[in-house]
Structures are given as C-alpha cells and as structure tokens.
C-alpha cells in the first residue's frame, strides 16, 4: 500500500506549473483543478462517498455505524507554492485516504464515520490569505471581507477565479461552507515537519500540542518616483528605500522579542515602475510575523507599523497602506486527541516526541471547530517549500499506519469526555 501512495505522490507532482523537481500549484489554476480530480478518483477508489462544497473542499466519507456521535476526519492540502516540493500538504491528503483503505482491509467497522478531506488553498499565494478552504469551514468572522476584497495580481477576484475553476456558487454562498461545532468529533493531521528535529533526533513521529500563531501584513509605500540618473539624492523620494528599511526593521523587532519562538519574515517585495533606471515610485512588502506566544506576536506587529509611520516620515513617501491581512491566534492540541496519538505510537512501537509546529496548517482551523492534533513525521534536513523537500516512504508509512490507529481509536473507543 505505501508504494501506491508513494506513486500518488509522484502523480500529483506532474501537475504542476514549474518543472520537476519543483511543485508549484496555485488556487483554481488547470494545475490546481487537475489535482482536486485526481483526489476525488482516489477517494471514490478508496470506496468514499465523496462531497464537494463551494469553494472546493473535498471529502470523502465512510459512513460508520453511530453517525449521529460526530465525524472523526483528517487531511491537509494539495495546493503548493512557487517552486515548492511534492510532500507539503500532500502526505496527509493521501494518507488520510490510505489509512482509511487500511482499515477497511484489516476488516474494521467505525462506529463514529471517518472521512479524509482536502482543503483548498492552504497556501496564501494566490490571494495572500492562508487556509481558505479551513477558515471558512471554521466560520472565520473576518473571512467573508477578505474574501471579497480578494484579487490576485492580476486583478482576478476571487469569486471569478473560482468560478472560472468551476465553483459558481464560491461568491454567493460562503456560509454553507461553514460547519458547527457539532460535526466533527476529532480531526488529526498528517503532515511532514518542516524542521530538522525528527531526523536529528531519530524520532519517527511528532505528536504536535500547539500552532504558532501567523500574521500577514500588507504594506505599500508611495515615493514621486523619477529618472535614476537626473533627479539629485537629497531630491529623493525613495519608495524602495522605504521598503529596504523596513524589511531590515522587521528583522530587529522580530529579535528584540528575545525569543527563539518569534520569527518574521519579508517574502515579497515589488517596486514599481521596475526598471533599473527609474526611482521606484511604489512599494509593496508582504510580511509574515509568527510566534507561539499571540500577544508577543502582535507586540511586534505593532512595532512594524509605528517603524513603517517613522520611515514615511522621515523619507518624505506616504504609507498608503498597512493592511493586517491575518492575524491568527495560536492553536492548542486537544488532549485526548493527543493521548489516542501517543497510544497509537506505543502500540505499533515507534518512538515518539511531543513538539510545536512553527508553520500553520489547516488545522489551526479545525481546532476552532474540533478537538485536533498533528503528527509529524521526519523530512529530509527539515527542508519544505523548496524542490529538494523530501520524506521517506518508511516515514510516510509510519506516519499513516499512526494515523489509521488513531482514527480507529476515535471512532470506536473513546468516549466523548463529560462537559
Ligand atoms: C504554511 O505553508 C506555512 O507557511 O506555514
Ligand atoms: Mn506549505
Ligand atoms: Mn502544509
């Protein structure tokens, strides 16, 4: 059964918009689109009754035998970013199918039905908001005008985007995307660490206890722009400088903070008009600030946004914008979803270590609506979100074999605990 998931991950790979060995798969791309097929073939393959909601999550059920006492589910994303690898996200797609397969051949029966889901875009790429497909499951409050005001650099918004992918009702009909609290019992997801420690220490799988908490801003700086060679440097307005700086003071802010855990990020900048011998007239940073501590998280923010008033200021440019596009609060791991994790770990004799995840993953969403917990498994050197990401497929089925025995643990033994 793992060759097989391995051979579904070199498929998935091949769609994509950049050559082996990278992935990239944006959101409602013909990349994208093909993926969420492929999965369906394997869900429906996998016996599932599979559903689709408007903006394009996908599940697959096996309805158990006690519906009514909640859904136990697990799964991650297939959407990958520019120049990425093939394990991101997609481990704990495909494994989620395979540990419900191998539990249907070892003849269990679920009492609580279990299902595998996709989410759509996890990653921000696209329309630089994170998790889509989970935040609004979650019934995100703020989600609805972020959405709305969503276009991606060229000027698609993102009802049209996903229209054009074949979710007509994605504008209108976000609410029936939401679940209440009452439908899932416990959701675990699969994924790779996205850090070293697993492989350094020898440890096959993680159990994660909390997500740290992201935030992404927006900011846009105005200069007069002008000619690189004519106009003198006391004349300047500077746009790029403006950005230089601040992407430098983000840096300092985020190691004031004193802590390891704090960490922040200037992925994207664009100068306009864009050519070498042109002042740049407009800056557009995207900033990503992360911690497993909220309110130290958001001191930082603050930090970055009084900075970016002072080098407006004293560069003489406007800060046209400061957008914060989301500001999540860290996740906790629901304990006895992580008991049901160690147990199934002891049982099939792999050593186990509990961790933080630094990224986010759609289960900081799920949390918002189930009890939830992560597995890691090992990657190679702890590299993701570059082509040379790697997980071994003894890793891999480490991890759905954990996986498979914990579901069936939820489904069938525990007992919802006493309010
Ligand atoms: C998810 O991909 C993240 O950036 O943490
Ligand atoms: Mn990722
Ligand atoms: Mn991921």
Partial sequence: MYDKSNQQIDKLATFSDTPAPSVTRILYTDNDVAARSFIRELMESAQLTVREDAIGNIFGRWEGSEPSQGVVASGSHTDAIPYAGKYDGVVGVVGAVEAIKALRRAGFQPKRSLEAIMFTSEEPTRFGLSCIGSRVMAGDPRVAVSLANAVDEDNVTFTLAANRAGYDEAGDNLQSVAVGNETYAAFVELHIEQGPLLEEQGVSIGIVTAIAGPASLGVEFAGGGGHAGAVLMHLRNDAGLAAAELALAVERHVLESGSQDTVGTTGTVKLYPGAINSIPRNAQLGIDIRDIDGSRRDAVVERVRATAHEIAARR????????????????????????????????????????????????????????????????????????????????????????????????????????
């Avoid at 770990?345 to 759609?362: F, N, P, Q, V």
């Avoid at 799920?366 to 009890?371: E, G, K, L, T």
């Avoid at 498994?377 to 890793?395: K, Q, V, W």
């Fill in 316 to 419: 003489g440019v406007v800060l046209q914008n400061f957008t914060v596009v989301n500001q999540d609060p860290p996740a906790q791991s629901t304990d006895f979803v992580i008991e049901a994790l160690k147990e199934a770990s002891e049982e099939l004799g792999l050593g186990h270590k509990m961790m933080i995840s630094r990224a986010y993953h759609d289960s900081l969403f799920m949390a918002r609506i189930a009890p939830t917990a992560m597995i890691f498994i090992p990657c190679y050197r702890g590299y993701s979100h570059r082509p040379d990401e790697h997980a071994t497929l003894e890793d891999m089925a480490n991890g759905v074999r954990v996986l498979a025995l914990t579901l069936s643990k939820l489904s069938s033994n525990w007992q919802a605990p006493l309010e």
